[in-house]
């Protein structure tokens, strides 16, 4: 079935760091890949996504490349700022409706 | 862009009783709903698959008469959670979608719910 493995955090920056969160992904057939954040006490938010391999996700500073070979879809930024701190979560789905989440990674941006 | 609106965003109940969350697509009809659910510090998981007009699909491990979905119209559905405990205190979160192709769904803001 389909699933998805995530870098466990937390994971705590100097503000203007780089940023890495691994994730890879399994599934039966293509997926679209997404990235989600959550900020305390809010919902999910889609902060970018990529459709099909090679594809390139972009939003807020924010990337990730949709690689089929490695089954990845690493989140990377190359400054982070004490407001990207939040949850993100890596998702996939088929269907574009049902989504398998990884199990998130905590992000806290020190000043 | 399209809009779920869930509500309440929170809720604290007594054991024993039920409560009830609602699931709106705002601008489109959507067939199918999404109910997951997150423990602190963990995933959100999917609970159950909402369905106009026909039955939930639950997942493995998800008591349905527990947590009853009804989905009567094409823009509405709710969870029910039923005889409420402190162990389903969670933050429970919806989604839906147009179901098109490459289009994601979107999601609800979530239902804080706390059982005492």
């Known amino acids: 079935g389909d699933s998805v493995t995530q870098m466990e955090g937390p994971v705590t920056l100097s503000e203007e760091a780089f940023l890495t969160i691994n994730c890879t992904y399994t599934a039966t057939g293509y997926p679209s890949l997404f990235w989600y954040v959550q900020y305390p006490g809010e919902g999910l938010q889609l902060l970018l996504k990529?459709?099909?391999?090679?594809d390139k996700g972009s939003n807020k500073g924010f990337e990730a490349t949709y690689r089929k070979e490695t089954t990845s879809f690493h989140l990377e930024k190359g400054s982070v700022q004490v407001s990207d701190s939040a949850v993100y979560f890596c998702a996939l789905s088929e269907t574009g409706n049902q989504f398998y989440f990884g199990t998130g990674t905590s992000l806290t941006v020190i000043p | 862009g399209a809009v779920v609106s869930q509500h309440p965003s929170w809720v604290i109940c007594k054991s024993g009783t039920s409560v009830k969350i609602e699931c709106r697509s705002l601008?489109?009809?959507?067939?199918?709903m999404f109910w997951y659910r997150q423990f602190p510090k963990q995933s959100l998981m999917l609970m159950a698959t909402s369905n106009e007009g026909s039955k939930a699909t639950y997942e493995q491990g998800v008591e349905k008469d527990k947590f009853l979905i009804n989905h009567a119209s094409l823009t509405l559905s709710t969870l029910t959670v039923t005889s409420a405990h402190p162990e389903d205190s969670s933050f429970y979160i919806c989604?839906?979608?147009?179901?098109?192709?490459?289009?994601?769904?979107?999601f609800g803001q979530g239902t804080r719910l706390t059982v005492v």
């Open positions: 989604s839906a979608g147009p179901g098109t192709a490459n289009t994601e769904a979107f």
């Open positions: 601008d489109f009809q959507a067939t199918t």
């Open positions: 990529a459709t099909k391999a090679d």
